[in-house]
């Protein structure tokens, strides 16, 4: 890059930073910290398990929800939830129509369900705030464990792909970073990109004690630990080349039509929808640039409206299933 390309990139990411920041301080004092807003649960098509699949590391049975591919096919996308996955079912399914978008295609549909708070990550101890009683292991649990039993029905151990929103999008271009064999395709649907950015280690902090009572301490340290550097998208970036990504945030401003507030619920919803997005964005559109100062080619989507919510996620899904179905070779 030319110095003074250089120079307007910094000072431009500065300045993203900055008003991240403010958006963090800002959503924080309104006590806007949360994962989107639901809209229905959908019905799945046949070819659909559920098993318990156990993991070593953790100590505890993992349950997954499975579709498997129209014909035959041993590539799989593994879909992540956001920061508040519950332990009955993944957003996905719940909130979307996933299994339905893949329904007649050639690929399996693998959506890990729990996680909380977790990033998807190694922690270094269980989070000493809420009484948990084991250390969340879940980078070794999808790229060791579940990888293993996948094996065992007939699926592939590499070429394949994975996708996460918000919490889940950090984390799907994280594993796919360091996993590299086992993806051909990584895709974050308003994720938070440049999570060792000033304001966002305390901005995380704030979110996962809302979320369950988590200590982020447990799972990364101190904000000066290498472990947030190891696991930021900012700072991993040039280990995504060669991958096919896509990646999406929105405006963070309404859609007509859709998002219409009648309760106060509904306004806090929605208002807590804009602001979170409005932040992914400004992370987002600096992964952008620091993408194309490496020369990484990536698909990027930026809705002129949409909040952070499932609705949201399920349409970014719909358009990005063309790429995610060739990169497969689906």
């Known amino acids: 890059m030319r110095e003074g390309n250089a120079r307007s990139f910094g000072k431009w990411r500065r300045r993203a930073l900055g008003l991240g920041a403010a958006l963090i301080s800002l959503m924080t004092f309104l006590g806007l910290v949360g994962a989107g807003t639901a809209s229905a ?83 270094y101890a269980p989070s000493n705030f809420n009484g948990q009683t084991y250390t969340y292991k879940w980078e070794t649990f999808l790229t060791q464990e579940l990888p293993n039993y996948l094996a065992g029905r007939g699926m592939s151990r590499t070429g394949n792909g994975v996708v996460g929103l918000s919490m889940g999008g950090s984390a799907a271009l994280d594993l796919a970073a ?31 004690l809302d979320a369950g009572g988590y200590n982020v301490d447990s799972m990364w340290g101190p904000p000066w630990d290498p472990a947030w550097l190891r696991n930021d998208p900012f700072v991993f970036a040039p280990q995504l080349r060669g991958l096919s990504l896509y990646i999406s945030a929105a ?80």
Not at 80 to 105: H, K, M, P, V, Y
Not at 181 to 199: C, D, H, K, R, V
Request: glycine letters at 8%.
């Open 251 to 330: 405006s963070g401003l309404p859609t007509p039509g859709r998002d219409n507030p009648q309760t106060l619920l509904d306004y806090y919803n929605t208002a807590n929808g804009m602001g979170l997005e409005a932040l992914s964005l400004v992370n987002t559109r600096a992964f952008q640039v620091r993408l194309a100062a490496l020369r990484i080619p990536a698909t990027f989507d930026f809705p002129a409206t949409g909040i952070h919510a499932w609705d949201n996620w399920e349409a970014q899904l719909w358009k990005a299933r063309p790429q995610i179905l060739s990169a497969l070779g689906a």
């Open 41 to 123: 649960w959908s019905p799945t098509h046949g070819r659909l398990e559920t098993p318990c699949v156990w993991s070593a590391a953790m100590n505890r049975c993992i349950k997954v929800q499975i579709q498997f591919a129209a014909h035959g096919g041993n590539k799989y996308l593994m879909m992540l939830d956001g920061l508040r996955a519950r332990d009955d079912f993944n957003g996905w399914d719940i909130e979307t129509n996933a299994f339905q978008q893949f329904s007649n295609d050639n690929i399996n549909i693998v959506m890990p369900v729990g996680g909380q708070s977790s990033f998807y990550t190694d922690w």
């Open 178 to 208: 360091h996993h590299r064999n086992q993806f051909n395709f990584a895709g974050s649907f308003s994720g938070y990109l440049n999570i060792s950015a000033p304001g966002m280690p305390e901005a995380i902090r704030v979110a996962m």
